[in-house]
């Protein structure tokens, strides 16, 4: 009998991991982080990185008109290192989750003051802003989505949101 319990507590602890490994879906979206010096000071944006596997993306699996996670898993990240001014809202220092509300011809970014959150958890009390996103069509599909992050000029940036034919993006001043 101690033999048979040993041998059921190894085939068990075989097994969660496998289970474990069944839950997550076919595809995993890998974390990634960019970071850029921008007017002098550090800002970056952590993510899960999802990829299109020959799926139909805009309008498909990130639907337009609902509230997105943009990216996969948990709510990605934006730390300021400085004030920034962003679609004319006023933005301070600190970090932020980024959310966005897709359309077919228009985006609305929107900034949380709730950070690491479960991509479903948004709380839509806790936004700090919202703001239009420009749209622009890329030529080539991008298969894995990623967010860019740009100088532009001495003290100000652009933030892009990149996958498969889409690229959603805003400029920003650091203040």
Excluded at 20 to 43: L, N
Excluded at 64 to 74: D, Q
Excluded at 137 to 145: A, H, I, K, N
């Amino acid at each position: 009998m101690r033999h048979r319990r040993s041998f059921l507590a190894v085939a068990g602890g075989m097994l969660v991991p496998g289970l474990a490994r069944a839950q997550r879906g076919r595809y995993t979206s890998p974390e990634a982080k960019t970071t850029a010096m921008i007017g002098g000071k550090e800002f970056s944006v952590e993510y899960y990185a999802p990829s299109m596997h020959g799926r139909k993306v805009m309008g498909g699996l990130v639907p337009y008109g609902e509230v997105w996670c943009t990216g996969a898993n948990i709510a990605t990240g934006f730390n300021l290192g400085s004030d920034i001014e962003i679609g004319g809202l006023k933005v301070p220092k600190g970090s932020y989750s980024i959310w966005t509300l897709p359309g077919e011809k228009e985006w609305m970014l929107i900034l949380n003051k709730e950070t690491g959150q479960f991509h479903l958890n948004y709380k839509q009390s806790l936004d700090f802003g919202r703001t239009k996103m420009m749209l622009r069509t890329l030529d080539q599909p991008v298969e894995t989505f990623r967010v860019d992050l740009r100088p532009d000029g001495a003290d100000g940036g652009i933030l892009a949101l990149v996958w498969e034919k889409t690229e959603a993006y805003l400029q920003f001043k650091v203040k």
